[in-house]
């Protein structure tokens, strides 16, 4: 087999996009999908395999910022996508080879870390990548399950707006909000249109998307994107409201936009498909054992340059420990790194002294954004104590008191 790794021309992306889809299946996307992943494609950041005239194999990155722990700036990353090796072509190394140009072009361009979304999680361990947040799928029985609102949630008005109309203010409230959770994505430009989408043949019998805004003294400080599925039993409604995003700036304006939610009529449930693992209206509800709780993987995450990943975050307590990397796959972020840190930052840099902990890049990756605690991994043989302290001392310093949580896939 002769095939060439290059750069994506702007020319390509139909058939270069067509089989990204026959690697997932051969099922198209709708129009308005294409059309946003089109113009959202950095095509300088996209490579396919090409065998001939035909493309095997396609890789992208889009150039974000992510929260991490500490609240600073956002983190560069480049967030891997489209992904996938036609089924002619498996088991070849093709994959291998995009992951090789790929993770090059994120150190050259200095970006610290990538991150994914998986569509099989067991793939990308192999290349460094380390579960670093999970999500939490729901479905509320608001026929028996009832909400316990704070002081103040009766002081917040409420008004349905087109989506399209309400963008902005929903993304100002996002951005807002990025800050306060590591594992968030800072939206650029043309990034608002992803929360639209709303192809009519996705939505399985449920309405279009709506919107509510939460509003105190004028002020946006909420907002929920919905739709509803109606559904009739011979004993009256049991529809669905199926929430797709929602943010909100205080616990009265959370507490409102839920209890909207749950007070829909003609709905009998509330499904959720995406919100953090920590998130507090599972406190607001009389009975969570009637909400039917499942956790997943979220974001992957691969610390490219390591020293310069750690320094980008801040410590929850204070920590100086010697750790012991491997990194087979960038061979660059092996060996001994001192870590100091502490809430204002840190250094991290080369060392011959004694090492502490010993770990791979992807236990690193899984716990560098707080939801994944050393010791957890420790338990699991993942990570290895040399020094005794020092696992007690980096699994609370690496901590979070908030969930990791990535809002949206890409």
């Known amino acids: 087999m002769t095939t060439e790794l290059r750069v994506l021309r702007a020319a390509e992306w139909d058939h270069w996009y067509g089989q990204l889809e026959v690697a997932f299946g051969a099922v198209p996307e709708a129009p308005q999908e294409r ?3 089109r113009a959202l494609t950095e095509c300088e950041r ?3 395999v090409w065998d001939g005239g035909v493309c095997v194999g396609t890789a992208g990155a889009f150039s974000f910022r992510l929260s991490v722990p500490g609240g600073g700036a956002p983190v560069p990353v480049a967030g891997v996508t489209m ?13 291998t080879s995009m992951m090789r140009r790929q993770l090059d072009d994120v150190f050259a ?10 569509s099989e999680p067991v793939i990308y361990g192999r290349f460094g990548y380390g579960i670093a947040t999970r999500q939490m799928r729901a479905r509320i029985d608001t026929d028996r399950v009832r909400l316990s609102v704070p002081r103040g949630t009766d002081d917040v008005a409420l008004r349905l707006v087109a989506p399209a109309d309400a963008s902005a203010a929903c993304e100002a409230v996002y951005a807002r909000l990025v800050p ?3 594992g968030m994505l800072a939206r650029r430009p043309g990034w608002e249109r992803l929360p639209l989408l ?16 939460a509003e105190r003294d004028g002020e946006v400080v909420g907002f929920a994107l919905y739709s509803t599925r109606p559904e009739w039993e011979p004993a009256g409604p049991k529809g669905t409201v199926r929430l ?18 749950c007070e829909i009529d003609l709905t009998s449930a509330v499904q959720v498909q995406n919100r953090p693992v920590d998130d507090p209206w599972q406190h607001l509800v009389s009975d969570v054992r009637r909400c039917e709780l499942r956790v997943q993987d979220g974001l992957h995450v691969r610390l490219v340059d390591l020293p310069a ?5 801040a410590y929850q307590a204070p920590v100086d420990v010697v750790l012991e990397v491997d990194d087979a796959f960038c061979p660059w972020n092996t060996g001994r790194w001192r870590l100091s840190g502490d809430p204002k930052g840190a250094v991290c840099s080369r060392t011959d002294d004694a090492a502490d902990l010993a770990l791979s890049v992807r236990e690193l990756g899984a716990a560098y954004l707080g939801g994944v605690s050393l010791a957890s991994l420790a338990g699991a043989g993942l990570v290895r104590e040399l020094r005794q302290g020092a696992l007690a001392e980096a699994s609370l310093a690496f901590g979070s008191a908030v969930a990791p949580w990535l809002p949206h896939g890409f």
């Open 46 to 48: 996209s490579i396919g």
């Open 83 to 95: 992904v996938g090796v036609v089924p002619t072509h498996r088991r070849r190394g093709i994959l």
């Open 109 to 118: 361009r200095g970006e610290p870390l990538a991150v994914l979304t998986a």
């Open 180 to 182: 306060r959770r590591p």
């Open 35 to 37: 059309e946003l992943w």
């Open 198 to 213: 709303d192809p009519p043949g996705t939505r399985d019998g449920a309405s279009p998307l709506q919107c509510v805004l």
């Open 309 to 313: 990943a750690l320094e980008a975050r």
């Open 244 to 261: 797709r995003h929602m943010g909100a700036l205080d616990p009265a304006a959370y507490a409102a936009v839920w209890r909207f939610l």
